[in-house]
């Protein structure tokens, strides 16, 4: 048995993009030469952490043909670099600036991939707003993009949702600087074993989950972060951008939830008359739209099905009998 081998996956690591340091799983496939690449794109809170056991079950599908990346949305997570230093972040981003730099994040991926003998299929798979992320990169990197996998998106009128019109208040100006002091006041004054029983109140989060939650992400930039982006869907994700998905909607393969406070089915109707030519699916298990906390096994199976018939369509014997030759380690973490 090899070192490599008693590694424990995801691997974690961090490296910077545009000059910003990006908090990242990797799953490599085992042969070292992958038939296709997976960015995996959070919702917001954004911490890629909640997608590990999801991740890790559709990897389990393709373990001999599939590398999977996971990046956290920037400055929603605390984390650390690979000298162990803690990460800071200088200034809240705004929407835009996530995009711009998940944009990045790509273009970096593409390249160390592209230059491999035989170029990897390259997919997206978002989650919420992270499908309209998926969006953006597709806009204006659509030739370099094959697939993509839209899980409950949240990519139009995200403001007049049922849950939009709910939690609006709260990512309003004032309300987000006071919520994020409010919070470290109250990590501050409490135990710590008072603020994971609070978190554990949630009724989608586990124990690992509420754990992470309290050390990852209840901290007031984080707060800040999470909140600003919020305000920011509601304000700028406005119509669905129907030219896209008429001219690249083949790239598409979305699934919508039934019962879903964020992307409602009138969503899932509009998207199914505009993108004739993509597959837009309705859910039929009543999987909530935060599946990740309570459903990641189920929608891998889901998505892993998904995923083969693409990838059969375009080259079924590679995809099954992977080459186990000539292994390659095209994505590695950039110096800090």
């Known amino acids: ?53 999801f991740c890790s079950a559709l990897h389990n599908q393709f373990s001999d043909s599939l590398d999977i990346i996971g990046v956290s949305h920037l400055g929603h997570t605390r984390f650390s670099d690979n000298r162990g230093l803690s990460v800071k972040h200088s200034s809240i981003p705004s929407l835009s600036d996530q995009v711009a730099n998940m944009v990045a994040v790509f273009d970096q991926i593409d390249s160390d991939y592209t230059s491999a003998a035989q170029r990897p299929k390259m997919l997206l798979c978002g989650h919420s707003v992270g499908c309209y992320f ?16 839209s899980l409950f998106p949240a990519v139009e009128n995200i403001a ?27 990590v501050r004054m409490l135990p710590s074993a008072a603020i994971l029983g609070l978190a554990g109140l949630s009724r989608s ?27 920011d869907e509601m304000d700028e994700i406005g119509d669905l951008n129907e030219e896209l998905y008429r001219r690249l909607g083949h790239k598409f393969v979305m699934y919508y939830g039934c019962n879903d406070g964020w992307v409602p089915p009138i969503h899932h109707k509009r998207m199914a008359s505009v993108n004739t030519n993509g597959k837009v699916h ?9 599946f990740v906390t309570t459903h990641s096994a189920e929608m891998a199976l889901i998505v892993a099905d998904m995923l083969r018939e693409e990838l059969d369509s375009w080259n079924p014997v590679a995809i099954e009998t992977p080459s186990a030759t000539a292994a390659r380690r095209p994505f590695t973490a950039r110096a800090d």
């Open 1 to 53: 048995m090899s070192f490599v081998s008693r590694i424990a996956l995801p691997q974690r690591t961090c490296w910077a993009v545009a000059g910003e340091m990006r908090e990242t799983l990797f799953w490599p496939c085992k042969s070292g030469k992958a038939q296709a690449v997976m960015l995996l794109v959070p919702g917001n809170p954004g911490l890629i952490d909640f997608y590990i056991d």
């Open 134 to 149: 998926s969006e953006k990169i597709v806009e204006c990197r659509g030739d370099r993009v094959d697939r993509v996998f």
């Open 160 to 186: 007049s949702t049922p849950r939009g019109r709910q939690l609006w208040p709260m990512f309003r100006p004032g309300v987000r600087q006071l919520a994020a002091g409010l919070v470290d006041m109250l």
């Open 205 to 231: 989060l586990n124990e690992d989950n509420a754990r992470m939650v309290v050390e990852k992400m209840l901290h007031g930039p984080c707060i800040s972060s999470i909140l600003k982006m919020a305000a």
């Open 282 to 290: 309705m859910c039929q298990n009543g999987f909530p739209h935060s």
